[in-house]
């Protein structure tokens, strides 16, 4: 996390088992990323999972106004501080990350490196409107960066693995009222079941949270 506390969300599962721990650490500093990998040289990581986010600078927002469309990330109205927030937390985040850690997955028994991606990154999949340009960019850009990563890191036998969630309901997408949306239960388990059972065989491919191929 990249909070200054253990987050609310945290603080529970820490207190009920003895053996989570918890870092900080902002993926998109370069600094704090290589600084926790020095921290933890020498420990092997079974499955780095790529999880950090984010949609929209406005992704925190709890009032009706905030749960529109994101005009920042529609033609003609573009924000490009925003575009580049996105981009370096959503592919250079995940990137930066790997890299810094490859040693402990190399280290690890299970050698798994999993990246949290979007069928909204997809080229074939052009269903939602024309809206969300940086989040849907950076989601494809996460996609075949990470497709590279599986071929650089498969002689070291590492399984590298992308992973759509779903359209999950969420604290922030609680107000969605899109076709298809799951509850969280189903997703999680879902996620770690494929992780679970990913092998070398599976390395670089887009999988959904229910085992299906999602489309590139």
Not at 201 to 209: H, L, N, P
Request: glycine share 8%; proline share 3%.
């Amino acid at each position: 996390h990249r909070r200054d506390g253990v987050p609310e969300s945290l603080a529970p599962i820490v207190a009920e088992h003895a053996n989570v721990r918890v870092e900080r650490m902002d993926v998109a500093s370069i600094e704090e990323v290589h600084a926790l990998a020095a921290k933890l040289k020498g420990e092997p990581i079974d499955v780095l999972i790529n999880n950090a986010g984010i949609y929209s600078d406005r992704a925190a927002c709890a009032d009706e106004a905030c749960r529109g469309e994101d005009s920042t990330q529609s033609f003609g109205m573009l924000d490009y501080e925003l575009f580049d927030t996105i981009m370096a937390v959503n592919v250079r985040g995940p990137l930066l990350v790997s890299e810094s850690f490859a040693e402990h997955v190399r280290a690890s028994r299970q050698k798994k490196i999993v990246s949290i991606s979007s069928t909204n990154g997809s080229i074939t999949f052009t269903l939602g409107g024309s809206g969300a340009i940086a989040y849907r960019a950076s989601k494809a850009a996460l996609n075949r960066a990470m497709q590279l990563v599986a071929v650089n890191q498969e002689s070291a036998g590492v399984t590298v693995l992308l992973l759509h969630p779903g359209a999950v309901l969420t604290e922030r997408q609680a107000h969605l009222t899109y076709r298809g949306m799951i509850e969280m239960q189903p997703s999680v388990t879902g996620m770690i079941e494929q992780i679970e059972k990913a092998t070398l065989a599976d390395t670089g491919r887009f999988i959904q949270y229910d085992g299906a191929t999602a489309p590139w």
